[in-house]
């Protein structure tokens, strides 16, 4: 949607199909600024967005025409959020996190949920937090927000396409690639 945003203003061309994955790097690179700037310095914010910044791996994913740098950006704001909603809990810095998993999930698919599940369970376990994990987890209102964003696209597509694209995404893109190599990838 960001290509098709970006080819619509400036043409079909390659800038205009990489500039999403560029903003969405710069808005990465912003995020761990801030956050490391919050909880540390500001010399040590720089350092770590200079080290980002001239990542090779990152650099790549910054400039290819791929959902990868805006899925980044939706996975660091939702960990760098969680992090602070373990510090210093606040009932909108909570609904903000299940907003960027709802947009991560538009982006890429389950990864978008699974991967900040799995990371702050485990960190809250670590903190013998584990029960108001659960509560976090499955707050009523961040629920609402995230399937207010994720299921009119999805009803969208299943009215467009039936069942295929759930068999195809689901099933296959997300579910056989761990067990079955993709494309050549063994």
Do not use: C
Request: hydrophobic fraction near 55%; proline fraction near 5%.
């Amino acid at each position: 949607w960001a290509q098709a945003a970006s080819v619509h203003l400036f043409g079909l061309n390659e800038a205009a199909l990489r500039l999403p994955s560029v903003l969405a790097g710069l808005g990465w690179l912003s995020l761990l600024y801030r956050f490391t700037r919050r909880h540390t310095d500001r010399p040590t914010a720089t350092v770590a967005a200079l080290l980002m910044a001239l990542s090779l791996y990152i650099g790549l994913i910054g400039k290819a025409a791929t959902a990868d740098a805006l899925l980044n950006l939706f996975l660091a704001g939702t960990m760098f959020a969680i992090h602070d909603q373990f510090t210093a809990p606040r009932p909108a810095r909570l609904r903000w996190i299940f907003v960027l998993m709802g947009l991560g999930f538009l982006t890429k698919g389950p990864v978008a949920v699974l991967i900040p599940l799995l990371v702050s369970g485990i960190f809250y376990l670590s903190y013998r937090r584990g029960r108001q994990w659960l509560r976090l987890a499955f707050d009523p209102v961040g629920l609402l927000l995230f399937l207010a964003i994720v299921v009119p696209w999805h009803v969208a597509v299943y009215l467009d396409s039936g069942w295929t694209f759930f068999e195809g995404f689901y099933l296959h893109h997300n579910l056989d690639r761990y067990d079955t190599p993709m494309q050549g990838h063994a």
